[in-house]
């Protein structure tokens, strides 16, 4: 296995008096596509919000190649090249498509054939070429979907957590998004996504991790994890 690009030891996060995470441990391979998979609620999100410090950790520790970033706020985290698509999308709904993307626009130290450009995204989500000057705000959910991605990738990122990437999406969205995470990966760039869509996960994903009550209780290979009906029964479906 390779070694982690994103290591969670022990975990516990809390909103507020409310605890979400119990002990988490997650270890995701660098150039792998890792999948948090479980039901509404059982604290995938919650796992994204404290890799990015949106979340008030307790115990445990979380590295970045092998670096420790527990308690860093988001801006420090991703400096340090890990990018955060979350589930509610957060297009600046009054700039076009071309300024968000100029907002997300990050220079580190990085080869200048390696970064992205906004050509580089337009290659990637075709559609968007077309909207570059239309307001965000007017975009379909699934246009703002592929922009928020594409803002993310503007700063250069090494990880990216992709947050549901695939709900409320028409199935032409979600082939799309397939086809972007599949390019990703390709290209050398460690995914964590979290997902309650199996079929979706199943397309892209190496790893999977079956969180449930705030703990990861299995990992193992997408394909191991995907076929197994006891899972899938306990787990993964509604």
Known sequence: MSPSALRLVGIDAY?????????????????????LLGRNGAGKSTTMKAIMGLVALG?????????????????????VGVGYVPEERRVFAGLSVMENLLVGMHDPDVPSQARWTHERVFDLFPPLAALRDRLAGQLSGGEQQMLTIARTLMGNPGIILLDEPSEGLAPVIVQQIVTTVKTLSAQGMTVLLSEQNVRFAAQVADRAVVIERGKALLAGSMTEISNDERVRDAYLTP
């Open 15 to 35: 909103y507020g008096p409310a605890q979400a995470l119990f002990g988490l441990d997650l270890e995701v391979p660098t150039g792998s596509v890792t999948v």
């Open 59 to 79: 115990q445990g520790e979380i590295e970045v190649g092998g670096e420790s970033i527990t308690g860093w706020p988001a801006y420090r985290v991703n400096r």
